[in-house]
Nanobody
């Protein structure tokens, strides 16, 4: 069973920064896409940023120019650097990985880490 372990969430004031980490229990090279999602109470889970095995990364509107997704292949870790945080960024953030092997897709989720932006 693949495990994704997130860390780095916490409380921060508006304008502050946090770095989320997600360590995957197997090689990150196996995955076509590695994402960060978030879910605020009463809302649907939404993708925040995606790094693909090929091609440019994707960022949701509203986080472009503030968030950066990156990977450390050697550490099998994906990061989400978040700057200029706003109250609307408050949510549980989830790490997600996806792979497609000959048309057979599979994905895995982390347990989530809470980010709270308060003034």
């Amino acid at each position: 069973q693949v495990q994704l372990v997130e860390s780095g969430g916490g409380l921060v004031q508006p304008g502050g920064s946090l770095r989320l980490s997600c360590t995957i229990s197997e090689s990150i090279r196996k995955y076509n896409a590695v994402d960060w999602y978030r879910q605020a109470p009463g809302t649907q889970r939404e993708v925040v940023a995606t790094v693909f095995s090929t091609g440019p990364s994707f960022y949701a509107d509203g986080v472009k120019d503030r968030f950066t997704i990156s990977t450390d292949v050697g550490m099998n870790t994906v990061y989400l650097e978040m700057h200029n945080l706003k109250p609307e960024d408050t949510a549980t953030y989830y790490c997600h990985v996806y792979r497609d092997v000959l048309g057979d897709g599979s994905d895995y989720w982390g347990q989530g880490t809470q980010v709270t932006v308060f003034s």
